[in-house]
């Protein structure tokens, strides 16, 4: 059965079983039991790239991206902690 | 010959009463004419010159004393979004308050739209950010000047909005309730530039403590002002050149007429001023007859009303919500639904419920038996079906309905789906219809600590008296009125009306409070009401000024408006004392004994006054009631009706309303037909026709 | 759906009985005598089945419907073996371990009777003043027990087949610091039960009690049905997210929603244990966040009644912060604890409901709570007062509009109430540009203001600085969108304010005022003349990816001051002239382009 998983992404199922896939790209991610999160393109910045007010979490935390490997297209963006040894906080 | 004469334009048609000097009333209508309608004004009052049986219709023009109601012009205006270009200046920093409002953004919204969270949405604004401009200044609560205004910089506000082509602007500052001298100033420097520019003060058109519901006021009175003011300016133009004489007077919403130039002054006065007119017209009634108690319901096409009398005073509120904003101004009390006679019966997908409303056919399609087009079954059309409405005689004859598309309509979309037959379908539309008006009846009135079964209910609105017995009896009301003028009731209430003008004004005083302060606050609003009454033409001896106080207990939220009894004279102690005795009283009735926090002391919060111009009130005449009245001579003849308590239909008498002469008394069943609205008596209920030819029915007896 | 009363009977008197618990509101908001009851709408009012199941819980927050469901059957089951339930009794409870958020919600819960039979019940709670605990209005920062929190009351009988105990009355108030005004609440709860009681015997008189019980079984089976069926149409799956409770330390929550068919599973097993500040949630505290946010979204046009909670379970190991035991704290629950519970439960059905086409417009950011500052002193008239400010926060973005702008939680006051209340004096309150979330959909505003103390004879104000904590408060974006601002509370110790005030000279800029700027964590001191308090409240978080954001609405926000020149080019790649704020589309497309390259580098 093919539904929606969130924004950008679908579940989409064929004769192997159930995938999530870009609905951009029709890129395929991994297998619906999988962490989509792991395949993604992952990038890490200042808490400032999400706008001037932002910047009293500078030094404690990180804003994590996650993008499609195949387009691009932003599937997650999120606050994470900043370790102190410049780390970023556990993903999800 | 003097006459009074009423007009009420509605949005369909315009009803004209007319009441000569020995107190007979005499009706014209014609029909509305919205491209000018002063126009239909007009024809309106030729039709009852006619209906008079004048020769010289020009002298009876010439001998009115003539009163208007501004219509829907200021609602209008408000809905559609078609008022002026509007700015708004406000103290630096607190530019925001109109957008921010007070959060509370289901006011307004049926229960569930307001529960569906991630669709809620605040209303648009009427003066969007760009033109919002921020001034440097600051007055604090006590009206110290914390910071004085920037003159330069108001200049160059005023010339930057003189070149966006602004029309209209709203001024409200903070603090201005309490110093309004900047307030003044900035006017001052718009008026030196901007001569033409529609202008409103804060501190004049709502002189109260809030700057969110402040400004809400000001804005809505700079949005509809200029065009309420060409409309009025063009009515008395129109009316002088048709010969009338008298100055055309206007209903505010407060349930108060006010002279041209007034209504201009405070153009939010005419925002919902129609009911008003319908429920003074109530309270003139319940005078004549002798009702202090009254539930006035108006049931029309698309919305059902409730408004209270109460010891003869209409019910008032303060900070009414108007299109979801909450604004400082005086109003009769309105509770409303969308239920009306067009409201439209439906079958949730769903659950397999039957519902009824809000949605509404609206006057086209309207009903699916008019034959405009309507394919929705609604609460007329059962009405039709069930046999109270005639199909043969509606409006006075001047429509036939189409019963057998109505029984269609009810029995493919409601009786099949259900597993019933056309007639339990449109039974069961009938109670749930019923049990909806009901139901806002109890809330209303138990908000306001109202018991309803003190009250008597008149009905109104063309499909009121079809079910006000109904919607009566489910709330243990045990007489229904149907008044002889509920076809023009909005001009009744005009021509009962007096000029009333309101004044107010925050002043927060902890009892006990400085006399001196109380009396100069009153002084001040009770000088303003001279010069206003005196400069309509009124003699000292024809007005009459009440002040009140808004009060409540220090800590408790509830406030109460008391009022010292009615004069000018200056108040003393013991006046004073006599007044917060009263506000405990007051409380206790309304909030049930012991729920005043007495020990905690209380706080005055507004001062009103209320001055009121009294005009002459027309006498209507009454008859004599005939002890040996026969119903049967106004018998037209007899249909099928349905009634619950029978579960089926019976043959009942159909009477004509213009051949019952007062004295008739009748039990239930009976069918009374008017011109302009089918009365139906139920069963177990009594009808009597009264002294002044209203239609009273007495339930169970 | 085929149903036992007839279509038409059960629509007008389930509507009837849901008005009574509406007028048994009206009747609270009216006599009660805190602006929490009588304006916030924190209370709840609800008619019940003999055996304590929910009936009608009326339109009240969703989360005290389920601890209602509690409320009832914990006095059912006390009384019923040891005192006796009689017409006109009326009991109460607060005990946060059995049916309560927290002290300060009192419950009163009152058996209907017709004919000496047992029929239902019908019961209310306010929020109380003060509850007698370790700090006034009852959050107390420093409680590391539930002792230290105020009276506890498992179930009493505080009205005996209609008459009051006194006795009991009397004690109960005497214990907290606001005896009239408590006094006053439980007096509105017992008017506003007698009101339920009343009403419920007109209608067994006018329509019999068979045909009443027939309708509010139906009601229970309708509410159950339609959720069932409503829940069975999603893809069944497995969704989880995990957060933090924070004060100045910090406890993990961890979630997981199992759906299989019409069942929904929340587990919070892996959650840590319960802590000795008041952060815990008891178990029915956590069941009221879940079922609330399965209510508000898959059923808000359903009344809420026991079918609403059928399809719902809860897994919440014992011990931990989220199924608090004896003796661990509960009073700071509702500001933070349950914030993050909220936003948790909420979380991982947003999820859910993004894998259904029908349901996924429900879709909203979501919020992980804002901070709240108590204040107390003495006014400018002389007069002791503690009060709470609180002002409003922006909504979270949808799929399909912008997260509303100032809109809740419920209400705020105006400036010039809080000015005439209290000795402050405001330098500004607006709405909070760059606040909300950036995204397809931005984010609501919240709402910013500065204050300073103004003609307070003490020269001071105490304030309690509480709420979420931390920097990670506030909206949170949601499938791409941006978070929004932090909500936060700032001192500006030792400002230039006095001088300006002075010198009669309006301080442009907050920076003017100058100071040392500090956070504020969990505390309590005193704001004096020269300090300035700024608050800021939580905005919403952005829905998508914001360089897909229409550049005409990025133009509007810029013009409604929603945004600033930076955020539109920086974050939004949008381009506009410097004078019309046209956006000009072509340079904005080669500007989006170049900031996608960069950030997926």
């Not at chain 3, 038409?8 to 008197?13: A, D, G």
């Not at chain 3, 599973?265 to 399965?294: M, W």
Request: glycine share 10%.
């Amino acid at each position: 059965m093919n539904h929606p998983l969130r924004e950008n992404l679908e579940v989409y199922t064929d004769g192997l079983g159930a995938w999530i896939r870009c609905t951009k790209c029709s890129q395929v991610l991994c297998r619906l039991e999988e962490n989509w999160r792991n395949i993604c393109r992952r990038t890490l910045l200042p808490p400032t790239k999400a706008g001037p007010l932002m910047k009293d979490l500078v030094g404690h935390f990180l804003l994590e991206q996650l993008y499609c490997p195949g387009c691009g297209a932003l599937l997650n963006t999120e606050i994470v902690e900043e370790k102190k040894n410049g780390e970023e906080g556990q993903a999800k | 010959m003097h006459y009074i004469v009423g007009v009420d334009i509605g949005g369909t048609f315009t009803d004209c009463v007319v009441v000569d000097e020995e107190g007979r009333i005499t009706v014209g209508k014609s029909l509305s004419t919205p491209d000018d309608f002063a126009i239909g004004a007009i024809d309106a009052v030729r039709d009852a010159a006619r209906n008079l049986g004048l020769n010289n219709e020009d002298e009876f023009i010439q001998s009115a004393r003539v009163f208007f109601h501004a219509c829907t012009v200021g609602d209008n205006t408000l809905i559609t979004r078609a008022g002026a270009k509007t700015a708004l200046v406000a103290t630096k920093g607190f530019a925001d308050a109109i957008l921010m409002m007070r959060g509370l953004v289901t006011q307004g919204l049926a229960p569930t739209e307001a529960a569906h969270i991630s669709a809620l949405s605040k209303p648009e604004p009427f003066v969007p950010r760009p033109l919002i401009e921020e001034l440097t200044e600051r007055v604090d609560y006590k009206g110290s000047v914390l910071f004085p205004l920037d003159v330069k910089e108001a200049e160059e506000i005023v010339e930057r909005l003189m070149a966006k082509k602004i029309e209209s602007v709203g001024l409200c500052l903070l603090w201005s309730v309490a110093n309004d001298c900047n307030e003044k100033a900035l006017a001052e420097i718009f008026r030196r530039k901007c001569p033409g520019i529609f202008l409103t003060l804060s501190s004049e058109a709502a002189p109260f403590i809030g700057e969110y519901e402040r400004t809400a006021t000001t804005v809505f009175n700079a949005y509809i002002g200029p065009k309420i003011s060409v409309y009025l300016q063009n009515l008395r133009r129109v009316l002088k050149e048709n010969g009338l004489s008298g100055e055309p007077l206007i209903m505010q919403a407060y349930g108060g007429v006010l002279g041209i130039e007034a209504t201009c002054k405070n153009a939010v006065g005419t925002i919902e001023s129609g009911p008003a007119s319908g429920v003074l017209g109530s309270q003139f009634l319940g005078s004549l007859i002798g009702k202090k108690n009254i539930l006035a319901t108006d049931m029309g096409g698309t919305t059902f009303k409730v408004s209270a009398i109460r010891d003869g005073v209409i019910e008032r509120e303060y900070k009414p919500v108007i299109l979801r904003h909450s604004i400082l101004s005086s109003k009769i009390w309105v509770e409303s639904i969308g239920a009306g006679g067009g409201s439209i019966a439906w079958i949730d997908s769903e659950t397999g419920l039957l519902k009824v409303g809000p949605r509404g056919a609206g006057a086209k399609p309207g009903p699916v038996c008019y034959g405009f087009g309507g394919s929705e079954p609604t609460v007329s059309d059962s009405d039709l079906v069930l046999g109270y409405l005639n199909e043969n005689y509606f409006l006075g004859g001047r429509m036939r309905l189409n019963k057998e598309s109505a029984v269609q309509a009810i029995r493919q979309k409601i009786a099949k789906p259900l597993g019933m037959d056309e007639v339990e379908a449109a039974s069961g539309i009938f109670r749930i219809a019923n049990s909806h008006m009901s139901d806002l009846i109890r809330k209303a009135t138990v908000e306001k600590g109202h018991d309803p079964r003190n009250f008597v209910l008149f009905a109104f609105g063309g499909a009121g008296p079809v079910h006000s017995s109904r919607y009566a009896a489910e709330l243990g009301i045990k007489e229904v009125i149907v008044p002889v003028t509920a076809s023009v009731h909005g001009a009744t209430g005009l021509i009962s009306s007096d000029v009333v003008y309101e004044y107010g004004k925050s002043d927060h005083l902890l009892l006990p409070a400085d006399l001196r302060r109380l009396n100069d606050d009153f002084s001040m609003l009770v000088g303003k009401a001279f010069t206003d009454l005196q400069s309509a033409g009124f003699r000292d001896g024809d007005i009459r000024i009440t002040r009140s106080l808004d009060m409540r207990y220090r800590y408790q939220v509830h406030e109460l408006t008391v009022p010292f009894p009615t004069g000018i004279s200056e108040i003393t102690e013991n006046d004073v004392q006599e007044v917060y005795s009263h506000f405990d009283e007051l409380y206790e009735t309304a909030y049930g004994k012991g729920s005043g926090y007495r020990e905690a002391g209380k706080e005055i919060l507004t001062f009103r006054v209320t001055a009121v111009g009294v005009l002459k009130k027309p006498k209507i005449k009454s008859a004599s009631i005939s002890k040996r009245a026969n119903p049967d001579v106004a018998l037209k003849g007899k249909r099928e009706v349905y009634f619950e308590e029978q579960r089926g239909f019976v043959s009942t008498n159909v009477y004509d309303f213009e051949r019952l002469v007062p004295g008739t008394e009748f039990g239930g069943p009976g069918i009374v037909e008017t011109p302009v609205t089918t009365i139906v008596v139920n069963p177990k209920d009594c009808a009597v026709i009264d002294e002044f030819r209203n239609v009273r029915i007495f339930l169970g007896a | 759906m085929t149903i036992s009363v007839d279509p038409i009977t059960f629509e007008i008197l389930s509507h009837r009985l849901h008005q009574i618990t509406l007028e048994m509101g009206t009747t609270l908001e009216r006599v009660g005598g805190t602006v929490n009851t009588t304006q916030l709408h924190d209370y709840m009012a609800a008619l019940y089945l003999p055996n304590g199941d929910v009936l009608s819980a009326g339109e009240c927050m969703a989360r005290h419907a389920a601890c209602a469901g509690f409320a009832v059957k914990r006095i059912i089951e006390r009384f019923e073996k040891d005192g006796g339930i009689y017409p006109h009794d009326i009991f109460l409870l607060n005990d946060p371990y059995l049916a309560a958020i927290h002290q300060s919600d009192i419950y009163m819960v009152s058996p209907i009777h017709y004919r000496d039979q047992l029929m239902g019940w019908s019961a209310t709670f306010v929020h109380v003043m003060d509850i007698g605990a370790m700090s006034p209005g009852g959050n107390s920062p420093g409680a590391t027990e539930i002792c230290q929190e105020g009276l506890r009351i498992p179930g009493l009988k505080l009205v005996e087949r209609g008459r009051l105990r006194q006795d009991v009355f009397d004690t109960l108030i005497n214990m907290t610091r606001q005896p009239v005004m408590v006094g006053l609440d439980l007096k509105c709860e017992i008017a506003a039960n007698n009101v339920a009681k009343a009403r419920m015997q007109e209608m067994f008189e006018q329509y019999g009690p068979e045909l009443i019980k027939s309708v509010s079984s139906e009601m229970i089976r309708y509410s159950e049905s339609i959720l069932n069926k409503r829940i069975q149409e999603i893809p069944d799956g497995l969704w989880k997210d995990r957060g933090a409770i924070e004060t100045d330390e910090r406890w993990n929550v961890v979630l997981t929603l199992r759906k299989k068919g019409d069942r929904l599973i929340f587990d919070f097993t892996g959650s840590d244990l319960q802590a000795k500040r008041g952060i815990n949630l008891p178990y029915h505290a956590t069941f009221g966040a879940c079922f609330e946010a399965v209510v508000t979204t898959l059923g808000y046009d359903l009344p809420r009644n026991q079918g609403a909670f059928g399809p719902i379970e809860i897994v919440a190991p014992e011990g931990t912060v989220v199924n608090v035991q004896y003796p661990a704290p509960v009073s700071l629950n509702t500001t933070s604890g349950m914030k993050t519970v909220q936003y948790l439960s909420s979380s991982v059905l947003m999820q859910m409901l993004a894998t259904s086409e029908k349901w996924k417009k429900e879709v909203m950011a979501l919020s992980l709570g804002f901070r709240v500052a108590r204040h107390a002193g003495v006014n400018q008239y002389g007069r002791y007062y503690v009060s709470t400010l609180l002002d409003l926060c922006g909504a979270g973005a949808t799929s399909y509009q912008d997260g509303m702008n100032t809109g809740g939680y419920l209400t705020a006051h105006n400036v010039e109430w809080i000015e005439s209340n209290f000795p402050f004096l405001y330098l500004f309150r607006r709405q909070l540009k760059d606040g909300g979330g950036a995204g397809k959909f931005i984010g609501g505003a919240g709402a910013e203001a500065a204050l300073t103390v103004h003609d307070a004879p003490e020269g001071k104000v105490k304030i309690i600085a509480f709420g979420v904590a931390g920097l990670r408060n506030s909206g949170q974006g949601i499938f791409g969108g941006y978070p929004a601002a932090p909500s936060l509370l700032v001192l500006l110790e030792d400002t230039k304010v006095r001088d300006f005030v002075e010198t009669r000279k309006y301080p442009e800029d907050l920076a003017d005022v100058g100071g040392q700027r500090r956070l504020l964590p969990y505390c309590e001191f005193d704001l004096r003349i020269d300090d300035v308090l700024y608050i800021r409240s939580a905005s919403g978080g952005g829905y998508g990816d914001p360089l897909e954001r229409d550049p005409e609405l990025v133009a509007e926000d810029l013009r409604n001051r929603l945004i600033s020149r930076e955020t539109a080019e920086d974050v939004y790649g949008v381009v506009l002239d410097d004078r019309s704020l046209v956006p000009d589309l072509a340079a904005t497309q080669g500007l989006r382009k170049r900031l996608r390259e960069k950030s997926s580098a």
